[in-house]
């Protein structure tokens, strides 16, 4: 063996060997501010978590104990990168009560829905590929596609959605044709909005004029407090429409499985990045999810948490309309966990956040959900799923009362 | 409502759309091979499969079963993106034991060791960006990083693995400096060599002296059956080392569970990318993984993993001297999956593949491990873990058959 000259073991300039890409890389906004909240005496609407007591544990146990004394090679081995072909025609039967009628073969399942949004990334965006999204639009899609350099266009968020309407002159005016536009139609996040019919269908139609493609996020569909499903616009536009699902909201989110509904040949784009991106989803997870929703208890299950939810939502909006002082406003969703409230202009929520903590409550400041950084100061996004009615009250009463200081001050 | 025309719902072109890196990324050629040997009397040495009746199967039930009655809310919940922090734990302990001393904070948790490869490349490549391997390499790696559209450059792989001697002339006459060389020092897929210890040390010799990082993928490490264990090079230059490890091999596939062993300032890079990419892993699957290490199992089913790999791997040995032609030969594993063949010139492994699926038994064409297509034409891969002792004799002896009957043509 040759002896050599020992040399430097200082530290290493790791920033020269960094991609481009990983300045446009940040750490979450809402985990860091999580961060914040692990302190149990504060009362946090912060997160975007599903209520705990509420998994349907024994199930998922009874799948465990079945899958592993039936199928054990198979629940534990590789398997395809498309996904577990069982639990792939559930959700080809599923998404065609929706009016989504596509076979199997279009559906690739994913690790999670972020998972989703990062393959979509991976596939469409190229370093300062325009992307049109309202704002404010979901945090994890920004995160993700950050991540490829996207440039974020942007058009506004009303009372009821994204604004379509806005959209035409946005790609006249800027001669950019976006990759795709990102619409999260039912119970926005972190609007709460659902975006009516008409909308959907302008929507289509420009998207048929101009050629375009539409990314529709839908984790929230299944959980309607109150009036009628809409059709998803991936059932009105089959042959542009990239939809995905999961089941984190109506199942649980530790198991990581979301889905991806998409065209033939995009399907066959995305399973070659999730080749290189984790090979596949985790065999056994997905073997538990086909399992609880194949015996129909992920049904009962979402009609249970569809009832205690839309209580938590009654319940926060309630204390809302008691607690909060006058020149405040929010939005009323008809689902999902999330709703969306404006604080007079005096009061800027960022900087509140540091008051709202001193009186254990948290939120997200409504900046975060803006791509471009450009709006949501007198703005927040409220959590109602996670937590019980009681706390939700008091939690609304602590933000109603350090609201008035600041407005008093 | 507007009315309003209806227009084109013909074909969309979808290649307009889509970002440049798709041209780059293909389906895995190992994936493709495969559905030709779904056929059960295929005897397929082609896949990298662990043997799926030596799974634990009841401990892997047992663990399910007290996670989901202990702490079911911890373990279906969503958790934080860097991992389970028992499991960072546990693996900082084990990783000590190899000589590799860093802290549970500077351990990030992988969907699989796949996604490890594809954090680095979203974190470390930009287009273009050298990256240094040995020709053959690990077909995962270049699959996760063709899709950032590296630029791979290539030194030699003999007898005892990567030719570490050929790095400085590589990195000299290129007047590239590599954003990290990759390695998979213990049982390389697909050589089946191992690193000695004096290439180890002239690697990081070479690292140091030209501020280099390395990135150590070490899948197989435990899987040992022969001579001692060699000093990780992660141990050896901590300040300047990716280390990759995996429980897909010694516990099972089916979870997706691997991790990340770096430097503090990288894993908080690495930790935004996961974010992005997928929040975090299977809760569940971590904690599975956990609670089957923290009580022991592990290591008692790695000592039976071995023994029985152990037996394949020399019966594999034994019969390609008895059954393969004169002109053959083939690296001698001390352990791993895999072993690395080389046929007489006259064979072409890609051509001579269709012959074998002939003869009902499969390999993967040794061209396909060449970042640049440039080598392996005359060798294949061969997997010993997979099937009994049995089959593995009558699948080398058809091989051997095919092998005769092309030379004698």
Redesign the interface.
Known sequence: ??V?AS????????ER??????HN????AI?ELLKLTQDPSVISFA?G??A??L?P??E??EA??YL??EE??????????EGHPPLREFLADTMAKYGIRHSPANILIT??S??A??LI??????PG?PILTAAPTYL?AI??W???QARFISVGLDDHGMCVDQIEDIIKKKKDTP??IYVLPNFHNPGGTTLP??RR??LV?LA??H?L?IVEDDPYGALRYEGEDLTPISAM?P??TIYLGTF?KTL?????IGWIVA?A??VQ?L???K???????????QMIANDVAQRGILKVHVRKIRKIYGERRDTMLDSLAEFWPAGCSWTHPEGGLFLWARVPEAIDTQTFFKRAIEKKVAYVPGINFFPLGDGGNNAMRLNFSYSSSDVIVEGVRRLGLALKEALAE
Chains 1, 2 share one sequence.
């Not at 054990?72 to 398997?79: E, I």
Request: proline fraction near 6%; charged fraction near 25%; include cysteine.
């Open positions: 063996m040759t050599y040399s430097t073991t200082g530290p290493v300039n790791w060997f960094l991609a481009e890409r990983t890389m940040k750490s979450s985990r997160g978590l599903p705990p007591e998994f544990v024994r998922i146990e465990c104990n592993l004394r054990p090679k198979r629940a534990l081995q590789y398997s395809t990168t690790t999670g972020q998972q949004l990062d990334g991976k596939t469409f965006i190229d590929a994890g995160q993700a950050r991540a490829y990759r795709f019919e008409d269908r302008l139609q048929r004029q050629d493609i536009a042959e542009r984190s649980t989110p530790g198991l990581r065209p040949e995009i784009r399973v070659q990045a080749q290189g991106a984790d090979l596949h989803s985790s065999t056994f997870d």
